[in-house]
């Protein structure tokens, strides 16, 4: 079992920066890769970054590249989103979540996720 607890999100102008926190517990995560996902209403979860805990290797979304970074610390197991250049259109919940490997990384077919946390940029 992992637990993922976000914190980070807020509001903010277009054209500012937020950066995502994600503190995961539970197990060991070399065998997993950790996912940033964000949702508005009535929509379905869409797929923003992930890195593999292992290598650290990250991917991304085609419309958050070049804006937003996915960071990872060993030490305190945690993973980042730093998001710059923030606009309108990125306003959601954004969720962390786990998947074990092997996975497709770019879907929700995680295995654990986080309650979310609100993103709200203003124009």
């Known amino acids: 079992q992992v637990q993922l607890v976000e914190s980070g999100g807020g509001w903010v102008q277009a054209g500012g920066s937020l950066r995502l926190s994600c503190a995961a517990s539970?197990?060991?995560?070399?065998?997993?890769?950790m996912g940033w996902f964000r949702q508005t209403p009535g929509k379905e979860r869409d797929f923003v970054a992930t890195?593999?805990?292992?290598?650290?290797?990250?991917y991304y979304t085609d419309f958050v590249k070049g804006r937003f970074t996915i960071s990872r610390d060993n030490a305190k197991n945690a993973v980042y989103l730093q998001m710059n250049n923030l606009k309108p259109e990125d306003t959601a919940v954004y969720y962390c979540?786990?998947?074990?490997?092997?996975?497709?990384?770019?879907?929700?077919?995680?295995?654990?996720w986080g309650q979310g946390t609100q993103v709200t940029v203003s124009s």
């Open positions: 539970g197990r060991t995560l070399n065998d997993y890769a």
């Open positions: 979540a786990a998947l074990r490997l092997p996975g497709i990384i770019s879907t929700t077919n995680y295995d654990y």
């Open positions: 890195l593999t805990w292992r290598t650290g290797t990250p």
